[in-house]
């Protein structure tokens, strides 16, 4: 029998490029469903969600990066969560979700890279455990566009995408939003079949 799988929906919110010389500003997760043996089941993102405001690690950050997540920087500095709490949160959301559903998480995300990066690098420095992904349990939504739609990468965009595809969901930047925003796209894209 074959192991479940649940997917989480990530996004971040940073302050510059990359961890270490800057800052996570903020982290959401949803789930978005459950695979195993008999196929995909979508779970309403909606219902496991996490999301934190983080304090920030560094005096260095990117004014332009920090205003896409619309999120003040002094305040952060004042009322933010240390990395610390907020890695060891999301891990044992994680971990709870896992022993719910009987399932092994996989990090999910549109494009992958940037919030992998970002994530992992700092369950890696703050959390006790580490990362609860190991380090390559992730998949790419926007390289799962362009498998099924057979698309270079450089053409796996959501404008490129067909529209039933999309989320009836803004894209907020607000990492929470966005994460269930994702979902709800690889949901949609787990479910296509390319000559639909």
């Not at 800057?22 to 978005?32: D, K, L, Q, R, T």
């Not at 920090?66 to 003040?72: F, I, N, S, Y």
């Not at 890279?113 to 926007?142: E, L, V």
């Amino acid at each position: 029998m074959a192991r479940r799988e649940f997917y989480v929906s990530a996004d971040v919110e940073a302050d510059g490029p990359v961890p270490g010389p800057y800052s996570m500003s903020s982290f959401g997760m949803a789930v978005a469903g459950v695979r195993d043996g008999g196929g995909f089941r979508v779970l309403d993102p909606a219902e496991r969600t996490f999301y934190a405001e983080l304090k920030p690690i560094s005096d260095a950050y990117d004014p332009e990066a920090l205003a896409v997540g619309g999120l003040d920087r002094e305040l952060l500095v004042r009322d933010g969560r240390e990395p610390g709490e907020v890695m060891n949160a999301a891990a044992g959301w994680i971990a709870s979700v896992a022993e719910e559903l009987g399932a092994t998480p996989v990090f999910v995300a549109y494009p992958l890279g940037y919030d992998w990066m970002w994530a992992y690098w700092y369950f890696m420095r703050f959390a006790d455990a580490g990362s609860p992904f190991g380090h390559s349990r992730c998949m790419d939504i926007k390289s799962l566009y362009a498998v099924k739609a057979d698309v270079r990468i450089g053409e796996a965009t959501k404008r490129s995408m067909p529209g039933h595809l999309l989320s009836t969901r803004p894209h907020t930047h607000n990492a929470l939003d966005d994460a269930i925003e994702q979902a709800e796209l690889f949901q949609n894209l787990m479910r296509w079949r390319a000559q639909e």
